[in-house]
């Protein structure tokens, strides 16, 4: 498809999310917080999840969180992630209030204080969590 085409996206989700992976390609972790209720949330999208506002501002976060569940994935969903089987997900609360689901290095665990680095895969920068030193 060519910029000028047009048809337009059926997925409004990747110009939606556009802050989110443009702040990934500067390292930089970016969420989204309500400005009616102050409820902060890291998947971009129009409305807030907490009281439904539609007005959303984007943040940027210092990258420093909570782990609250960790998975290590054997099987990978795509033949991009092939390469990095077996790898660990976790969920990280950031200190900021939302939770984000991303990568990390292997042995972290439950309750552990982690910090947000980046790593490129496929031309895409995907975040890795690693614990905090200190
Ligand atoms: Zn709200």
């Given at each position: 498809m060519t910029p000028s085409s047009p048809f337009p996206s059926p997925l409004p989700s990747p110009a939606l999310a556009a802050p989110f992976t443009q702040g990934l390609a500067a390292r930089v972790l970016r969420y989204q917080r309500c400005t009616s209720c102050g409820t902060a949330q890291t998947l971009a999208r129009y409305?807030?999840?907490?009281?439904?506002?539609p007005s959303l501002d984007w943040h940027e976060a210092q990258g420093t969180g909570r782990v609250q569940a960790v998975t290590v994935v054997?099987?990978?969903?795509s033949d991009s992630f092939r390469a990095l089987v077996p790898y660990t997900l976790v969920l990280v609360q950031l200190d900021e209030g939302p939770r984000l689901m991303a990568h990390a290095q292997p042995g972290v665990q439950i309750g552990q204080r982690v910090q947000a680095g980046f790593f490129v895969h496929d031309q895409t920068t995907l975040v890795r969590f690693s614990p905090q030193p200190g």
């Open positions: 409305a807030c999840q907490h009281c439904g506002a054997g099987r990978a969903p």
